[in-house]
């Protein structure tokens, strides 16, 4: 019992399974195929969570080197300052120390 086939199905069998019209086996599938789609979603699923924790992580850095800069600013005042004191006692002390030299030995 042969059927005649149009020209447009045997067009349409031919796009969609090319073994069917020439006699041939079906491709066979590979078996790895579902393991490795498998695989390979999980590998962009964690890729995804480690950029999402990445960006979280460079977020929290900026803040940290935020606020490290502010803590930075009063270091460099605190040490401006503290250079100024010692300047100015190192000065108190060359000032006093010749006003004693010239009011002479001191008598017991």
Do not use: C
């Amino acid at each position: 019992m042969s059927r005649d086939v149009s020209p447009n199905e045997r067009v349409t069998r031919l796009h969609l399974d090319p073994a069917l019209d020439s006699g041939m086996a079906p491709a066979i599938e590979n078996p790895y195929e579902e393991r490795q789609a498998f695989l390979l979603e999980r590998i962009i699923k964690n890729v995804d969570l480690l950029n999402e924790s990445l960006q979280e992580m460079n977020r929290s850095v900026a803040a940290i080197n935020n606020h490290n800069q502010e803590i930075t600013i009063v270091a460099e005042m605190w040490n401006g300052y503290h250079r100024n004191v010692e300047f100015n006692l190192q000065n108190m002390d060359a000032h006093l120390q010749p006003s004693a030299s010239q009011a002479g030995p001191a008598k017991d």
